[in-house]
C-alpha cells in the first residue's frame, strides 16, 4: 500500500522534549471492531483476526511516527482525538468497539495511555469498497483553556 503525506503539525515544546502539536495516522485495510475477550482452558483470549489487526495497527502508527518525525505526546499532555473508520461494507458494529481498536494501536506510539484522551470526535462511513477500507486518525495537543 502506498504511503500518504503526512500533515505537517506545528512543533510544540515542552520541559523534557520537542513534540508536534499534531499528529496524523492512517490505518489501512478494513476497521475490526475490538471484541469481548472469550474465555477458555481460564485464559482470556481474543480472536486472531483482532489480534492481527492490533498489531499491523501498532506498526502503521510507529511508521507514521517516524514519517512525521514526532514523538509521543508527554504523559501530562492532554489530548483530543477525530477519527473516521471507512468500511469496506454495510455490516453493523459499534462504535465504541472501533475506537477501542484505535485508542489500544496508538498506545506506546502516540501518547503513554489511553487516558490521556480527553475529547474525542468519531464517525463510521459504510460501504466504501475494499480499496478505501481504513481509518484515519488525528491527535492533537489540548490547550489550557480547553482542558477542564
Given at each position: 500500500?502506498?504511503?500518504?503525506?503526512?500533515?505537517?503539525?506545528?512543533?510544540?515544546?515542552?520541559?523534557?522534549?520537542?513534540?508536534?502539536?499534531?499528529?496524523?495516522?492512517?490505518?489501512?485495510?478494513?476497521?475490526?471492531?475490538?471484541?469481548?475477550?472469550?474465555?477458555?482452558?481460564?485464559?482470556?483470549?481474543?480472536?486472531?483476526?483482532?489480534?492481527?489487526?492490533l498489531t499491523s495497527w501498532r506498526v502503521w502508527a510507529q511508521l507514521d511516527m517516524m514519517e512525521q518525525d514526532a514523538e509521543p505526546f508527554p504523559a501530562a499532555a492532554r489530548l483530543a482525538v477525530e477519527v473516521v473508520f471507512y468500511r469496506e461494507n454495510r455490516r453493523r458494529?459499534?462504535?465504541?468497539?472501533?475506537?477501542?481498536?484505535?485508542?489500544?494501536?496508538?498506545?506506546?506510539?502516540?501518547?503513554?495511555?489511553?487516558?490521556?484522551?480527553?475529547?474525542?470526535?468519531?464517525?463510521?462511513?459504510?460501504?466504501?469498497?475494499?480499496?478505501?477500507?481504513?481509518?484515519?486518525?488525528?491527535?492533537?495537543?489540548?490547550?489550557?483553556?480547553?482542558?477542564?
Amino acid at each position: 500500500m502506498t504511503r500518504r503525506n503526512a500533515k505537517p503539525a506545528t512543533p510544540i515544546v515542552s520541559d523534557t522534549a520537542t513534540v508536534r502539536s499534531e499528529l496524523s495516522f492512517v490505518f489501512p485495510g478494513n476497521p475490526l471492531p475490538a471484541p469481548r475477550p472469550r474465555l477458555g482452558n481460564g485464559h482470556a483470549h481474543h480472536r486472531p483476526e483482532y489480534a492481527a489487526q492490533l498489531t499491523s495497527w501498532r506498526v502503521w502508527a510507529q511508521l507514521d511516527m517516524m514519517e512525521q518525525d514526532a514523538e509521543p505526546f508527554p504523559a501530562a499532555a492532554r489530548l483530543a482525538v477525530e477519527v473516521v473508520f471507512y468500511r469496506e461494507n454495510r455490516r453493523r458494529c459499534d462504535l465504541d468497539n472501533l475506537l477501542k481498536s484505535a485508542l489500544d494501536a496508538l498506545t506506546g506510539a502516540a501518547w503513554a495511555d489511553d487516558s490521556q484522551v480527553d475529547q474525542i470526535a468519531a464517525r463510521v462511513v459504510r460501504g466504501i469498497g475494499k480499496a478505501g477500507a481504513c481509518t484515519r486518525l488525528v491527535v492533537r495537543a489540548l490547550d489550557e483553556t480547553e482542558v477542564e
